[in-house]
C-alpha cells in the first residue's frame, strides 16, 4: 500500500527558475512530513520538514508547503541551481509524531529533478 | 564526524545464494534501520533497532531475511536464500533517539545486489 506518491518521475528546469516537487498521502493520520535528496551511490540525506501544525516551513532556498486538506505537500527550490540535480523523496513516519521518531517511514517513489545551466 | 558505513558497496550473487551485509552506525547513535529500495521505488523499511532490540520488523521477510545488531552498535542483515526478486540497494540509517519529537535519520551509501 502506497501511501505517500509522488506522481511526476522527473521534472527539468532552468538554472535561477523554480523547482515545484509534489507529494500527495493518503493516510489522514500522518502529521509529520519529511523531504530527502539523494545523489547517485549516495545514500539519501534529510532536506527539510513540516508538522502538520503548520502549512509552510522555510529553509533558505527551500520551502514545504503543507495542504492538508488536499493531503499534499509540495517542494519548492528557489532559485534552482544545478547542483540540486539529485532524486528527491518526500517521506512520512507511519504514526506521525506519536510514534517513536522515525517510525515505519513510507516513503514515495521519488522525482528526478534536474536542473540546466 | 565519521558517517553511516556499509559493506560491501556492490554484491552480485546468484538465486538460492546466502548473502549478508554490514552496517556500521554513527557512534552513539542508538537507532539503526535497514531499508530495501527496488529500482524506481522509494526505501521501504525493512527493520528498525533501538540499541540491540527491535522496534519493527512488520515488513521483514522473515523466512527469509534476518538482522541482528549485537551490542547495539554494528548490525548485519543476511538473506537466505535469495531470490531474484530481492535485486535492491540495501540502505542503513542510524539516527540519535532524541527523546520525543523528531530525529533526523543519517543514510549509508547502500549495498547494490544483483541476484542472477
Known amino acids: 500500500d502506497q501511501q505517500v506518491k509522488q506522481n511526476s518521475p522527473s521534472l527539468s528546469v532552468q538554472e535561477g527558475r523554480i523547482s515545484i516537487l509534489n507529494c500527495d498521502y493518503t493516510?489522514?493520520?500522518?502529521?509529520?512530513f519529511l523531504w530527502y535528496k539523494k545523489y547517485p551511490a549516495e545514500g539519501p540525506t534529510f532536506l527539510i520538514s513540516?508538522?502538520?501544525?503548520?502549512d509552510k516551513n522555510e529553509d533558505g532556498r527551500f520551502t514545504v508547503f503543507l495542504n492538508k486538506s488536499a493531503k499534499h505537500l509540495s517542494l519548492h527550490i528557489v532559485p534552482s541551481q544545478p547542483g540540486d540535480s539529485a532524486v528527491y523523496f518526500c517521506?512520512?513516519?507511519?504514526?506521525?509524531?506519536?510514534?517513536?521518531?522515525?517510525?515505519?517511514?513510507?516513503f514515495g517513489a521519488g522525482t528526478r529533478l534536474t536542473v540546466k545551466p | 564526524e565519521a558517517g553511516v558505513a556499509q559493506s560491501p558497496r556492490y554484491k552480485i550473487i546468484e538465486k538460492r545464494q546466502s548473502v549478508a551485509f554490514w552496517c556500521n552506525p554513527i557512534?552513539?547513535?542508538?537507532?539503526l534501520y535497514w531499508y530495501q529500495q527496488i529500482l524506481g521505488q522509494g526505501p521501504k523499511l525493512l527493520i528498525q533497532?533501538?540499541?540491540?532490540?527491535?522496534?519493527?520488523d512488520s515488513q521483514l521477510p522473515k523466512d527469509r531475511f534476518s538482522a541482528e545488531r549485537l551490542k547495539g552498535v554494528d548490525s548485519t542483515l543476511k538473506i537466505q536464500p535469495a531470490k531474484l526478486e530481492d535485486s535492491a540497494v540495501y540502505l542503513c540509517?542510524?539516527?540519535?533517539?532524541?527523546?520525543?519529537?523528531?530525529?533526523?535519520?543519517?543514510f549509508g551509501p547502500g549495498t547494490r545486489l544483483t541476484v542472477l
Open positions: 540509517a542510524s539516527s540519535l533517539d532524541r527523546a520525543g519529537g523528531t530525529d533526523t535519520q543519517y
Open positions: 493516510n489522514s493520520m500522518f502529521d509529520y
Open positions: 513540516i508538522s502538520s501544525i503548520k
Open positions: 517521506a512520512a513516519p507511519a504514526r506521525g509524531l506519536h510514534g517513536p521518531p522515525n517510525n515505519d517511514m513510507r
Open positions: 557512534s552513539g547513535h542508538a537507532t
Open positions: 533497532f533501538q540499541n540491540n532490540g527491535v522496534v519493527d
